[in-house]
């Protein structure tokens, strides 16, 4: 049997590192550490990103501020249990889609908001023949016209609709991951649902 | 009967609108391929290690700054002590100074005036001058004979 090279058992043994002793290590400046932290969760980091934004170039930017924000706050991940490093990590990333989408609408990116005559037309048909057929389910929405209407909404709102609707979480994982308060998420759901039925409203 | 009507039909439009909120936003969702290929796009984490790098550059010359500052500010700092010390000397010692300055004038010199000589009449002249009189000449009296 073949002798392992050094980098090889070096790489066995951070696949072996659990996330806590992989940040331990990567605070005392072991790059490759940190490397293996983000093979584990890049897969995560993208699948938020994706909850917010449909391009790949946006969700890349996502991916780099996510975990960058991460390698320069490593010093205040506590860990103590298995899940803790994933839930701070998701935090961060939540945090940087917030920002993200705020930044957008200062820059006023949710002009991409306005649907063309053909859209408004199509929406029109598809809400007032789901309305007289109540069946939903066979909308045929593409995902452009889906990102043109979630734009219209307030970041705060979208932020919750996708977490509650897309990443199915409870209000407590929600306030857990925004760092609002239970009662804030409650009331900010009801207002963000409102909200949409409000904007489709317009197209009946 | 026709609110309540109205408010079942508002109800039913909140439900259809809700499903279709549901499936909008499910339209919006990327698929596991989509995800996959953003999360393993290349150079990736090269492009992170380099803006952390740049990151760590900004702040050591940001640090470098504060302390090229502290150190200015370091010797700056016995300079500023020495002239204040100068300045309070100077103030203590400046009424030991005019104290020994005042016996030898003998106190009694007044402050000197802007055209002292000019207005500096003395009580006759002023009466002389009134009395349309040199002074030292005798006053010429329309007396008694």
Not at chain 1, 74 to 79: C, I, R, S, V
Not at chain 1, 149 to 170: M, V, Y
Not at chain 1, 176 to 186: D, E, I, Q, S
Not at chain 2, 99 to 106: C, E, F, K, S, Y
């Amino acid at each position: 049997m073949p002798a392992e090279t050094d980098a090889e058992m070096s790489a066995k043994m951070l696949s072996e590192m659990t996330d806590d002793e992989l940040v331990v290590a990567a605070r005392s400046g072991d790059e490759s550490a940190f490397a293996r932290l983000f093979d584990r969760h890049r897969r995560l980091v993208s699948r938020l990103g994706y909850r917010f934004f449909p391009r790949r170039d946006q969700v890349e930017e996502i991916i780099q501020e996510s975990f960058i924000k991460a390698y320069f706050a490593l010093d205040d991940f506590q860990g103590g249990n298995e899940k803790s490093f994933v839930s701070w990590l998701a935090r961060i990333t939540v945090r940087t889609c917030y920002d993200e989408l705020r930044r957008a609408q200062r820059r006023g990116e949710s002009n991409i908001g306005d649907l063309t005559e053909e859209e408004a037309a199509y929406l029109h048909e598809g809400l007032r023949d789901l309305s007289a057929s109540g069946n939903v389910e066979g909308a045929a929405i593409s995902r452009d016209l889906a990102n043109k209407l979630l734009a219209r909404l307030r970041p705060d709102d979208r932020l919750i609709l996708a977490l509650l609707k897309l990443e199915e979480l409870s209000i407590a994982e929600i306030s857990n991951l925004t760092g609002w308060t239970r009662a804030k998420v409650k009331m900010r759901s009801h207002r963000a649902q409102q909200g949409l039925r409000r904007l489709l409203r317009k197209f009946l | 009967m026709w609110m309540k009507d109205k408010r079942r039909k508002d109800e039913l439009d909140d439900e259809m609108l809700n499903r279709f909120s549901d499936e909008l936003l499910r339209a919006f969702e990327a698929s596991d391929a989509e995800i996959n290929t953003a999360a393993a796009s290349p150079f990736l984490y090269r492009r992170i290690r380099v803006r952390i790098e740049a990151e760590e550059r900004r702040l050591a010359e940001q640090r470098g700054a504060w302390l090229t500052l502290l150190r200015g500010v370091k010797h700056a700092i016995p300079v500023m002590a020495m002239l204040a010390v100068v300045a309070l000397a100077s103030l203590m010692m400046m009424p030991a100074l005019s104290h020994q300055r005042q016996p030898a004038n003998g106190g009694n010199e007044e402050p000197p005036t802007l055209m002292s000589d000019v207005f500096s009449f003395s009580q006759d002249e002023l009466i002389a001058s009134a009395a349309g009189v040199e002074p030292g000449q005798p006053r010429q009296s329309g007396g008694t004979r």
